[in-house]
């Protein structure tokens, strides 16, 4: 057994600490289960607390130069109160809960951007010791995942994602930051959308669709954005006509745009053209080419998924201030 951290509490000599996640990406809303793996240094030590942070990259919007930094999504207390021997093996397992707004990490095992990874700290004496850090994996629900197979239906193509630190005004987000998917339009609608993002806020009733439309300025008008939220079922998903469902979406979405002047972009055939056009794969094939201009700190997705603690490193004492 291979332990990734020596933690530093006791300094050298101290207990060491690796962590192991259940196989397979997680569910927002899902059970992440493992187990934390102790073994004794030197002398015998009393493990007052073992908790896990799930935390996440994340962009400040606004800024003129790109600036991110950690920030704690949530934490877990998985054990403690028991004494480690010296240089014994104890293990601890878990079972916790994700939030139900915990970011979506890949789609059909190809990666989307988001850094996103589970911190192990245990309290030793009093003092608490940042130790191992572990990539995780999020799949969509089943309703995030028809809608976004459902603008790959209707012509769309995935360009990034990332997370941006704040709050959509009008939505029920807990978290401190929110997931945007960047969606480029058909070409045929390319003159009037510059491209469609998309957050979902999932919650145990259902989820919140934030589509947002970036639209390019004309000879007489500026651009603007256009935001609309819309609501979906998780026990509906099934049954749902989704191509239907999210080409109405963006119907209105479009229709707010005309409102303000714009030329039409949406003709009442395009339902039906885009669902005999490209297949539902558009939006999915889409993704291996946008993670691999990078879409996360520059880095290519095989170097985010295998540099996660590189990607993490030096932001503690920013992540422990995101904490209160």
Known sequence: ???????????????SVDTVLQPGPALPGGLLSGEVRLRGGGSDVTIDRISLLLVARVEREGQEEEDEGTVVLERFSVGGGFRLAEEADHAVPFTVTLPW??????????????VLGIRTEVEIAGARDKGDLDALAVGPLPAQEAILEAFG??????????????????TGQRLPC????????PAGHAHAVNEIEVTFIAAPGGLEVVIEADKRAGLFTEGHDTVHRFTASHHAAPQTDWNAQVDAWL?????????H???PSYGGEHGDRHRSGPGAGSVVAGVA????????????????????GDAFEGEEDEESGEEG
């Open 101 to 114: 707004e915990t970011p979506i990490t890949e789609l059909h095992g190809q990666h989307l951007g988001p």
């Open 251 to 259: 119907k209105e979405v479009i229709a707010d745009r005309e409102a």
């Open 1 to 15: 057994m291979v332990f990734k951290k020596l933690l530093g509490a006791l300094g050298v000599g101290g207990p």
């Open 289 to 308: 080419a946008g993670a691999a201009v990078g879409v996360v700190g520059g880095m290519v997705a095989a170097e985010v998924v295998d540099e996660i």
């Open 178 to 185: 929110y997931q945007e998917i960047e969606i480029l339009p």
């Open 153 to 170: 239906r209707l012509g769309y193509v995935f360009r990034s994602a990332d997370l941006e630190l704040g709050h959509i005004r009008g």
């Open 261 to 263: 002047g714009a030329p």
